[in-house]
Every structure is written in structure tokens, then in C-alpha cells.
């Protein structure tokens, strides 16, 4: 059912970005520290894996879910620095559900694949609030095909 839900998530972002395809897809199993929505705190529901989208345009996804809502983390400008592993993003779109915020933030996710990994995303804008804070549990990461 999980896995499912995820390739259905993932050909709807396909399509929200139209014009790229997925190039690489990884699912993250671990655990959810902050999941906040539009200043709304979904902690407590927030799903234990993590979901991100390379697409061949050079964009990046970040999808977390709660029990009522899909968060999506868009942007570009993805890079890697030093030994251990460190990507930036430049997030300029929210999706939560089908609902698309134009906003301003940054995704970082660092740490070392065989000793576990972090994701923090957070944009501010226009009084509207997101963030997420994920942390796994080590080289657990699964490439999902396509």
C-alpha cells in the first residue's frame, strides 16, 4: 500500500513538472522531527520515510507526509560539498496537497549515507510558514525505478 501511495505521489510531481522527467527517485525511511504546515504543527502525524525527486531539468523534490496532507519542497540549484555528503536547494514553490504556494526557503541534506543522513527544509513568506526536519537512520536509502 505504502509503496503504492509513493509511485502515485511521485506521477503527480512528475506532472507538476512538466517538461522533466524523474531521473532519480529515493525513498528514506527514518524519522520525522518537525512537520510544520502553513504554521500548522503536524509533527505527530508526520510519515517515517521521506521522498526525493531528481528530475533530468536539474529540479528537486523533497516530499513529506502526514496523515492529512503531502508537503512537497521545490527548487533548483542542487550542489554537493566536501567528504560528507551536502546538497542545497533553492526551494521557490510549496505544495501541500494539490495546492501550489510560490514562496521563498532552502532544503539542506547532509550527513553520511552509511551513518544516517538529515533533511531540513524551511520557507517563510508572506506570513505563511513551512518546515520539515527528517533524520534517518543510516544507509537504509532505496532507489525506487522507473
Keep these: ?10 506521477t503527480l510531481f512528475v506532472s507538476l513538472n512538466v517538461g522533466a522527467e524523474v531521473q532519480n527517485a529515493i525513498n528514506v525511511p527514518g ?13 505527530k502525524s ?5 521522498q526525493r ?13 502526514s ?5 512537497v519542497f521545490s527548487g533548483s540549484n542542487d550542489e554537493v560539498v566536501g567528504d ?12 501541500v496537497n494539490e ?7 532552502m532544503c539542506f541534506l547532509f550527513g553520511n549515507s552509511g551513518v544516517g543522513v538529515s533533511v531540513s527544509c524551511r520557507s517563510n513568506d508572506n506570513g505563511r510558514r513551512f518546515s520539515a526536519l527528517f533524520f534517518s537512520y543510516g544507509n537504509t536509502q532505496k532507489l525506487v525505478p522507473y
Design 1 to 10: 500500500m505504502r509503496l503504492r501511495l509513493l509511485l502515485i505521489m511521485a
Design 67 to 71: 496523515k492529512t496532507a503531502l508537503v
Design 31 to 43: 524519522y520525522c522531527q518537525n512537520l510544520t504546515v502553513n504554521g500548522n504543527d503536524m509533527t
Design 99 to 105: 495546492k501550489e504556494y510560490f514562496i521563498d526557503g
Design 84 to 95: 560528507n555528503y551536502l546538497s542545497s536547494i533553492v526551494v521557490d514553490k510549496v505544495y
Design 46 to 50: 508526520c510519515g517515517d520515510e521521506y
Design 53 to 65: 525527486l531528481d528530475y533530468e531539468s536539474g529540479r528537486v523534490n523533497y516530499l513529506f507526509w
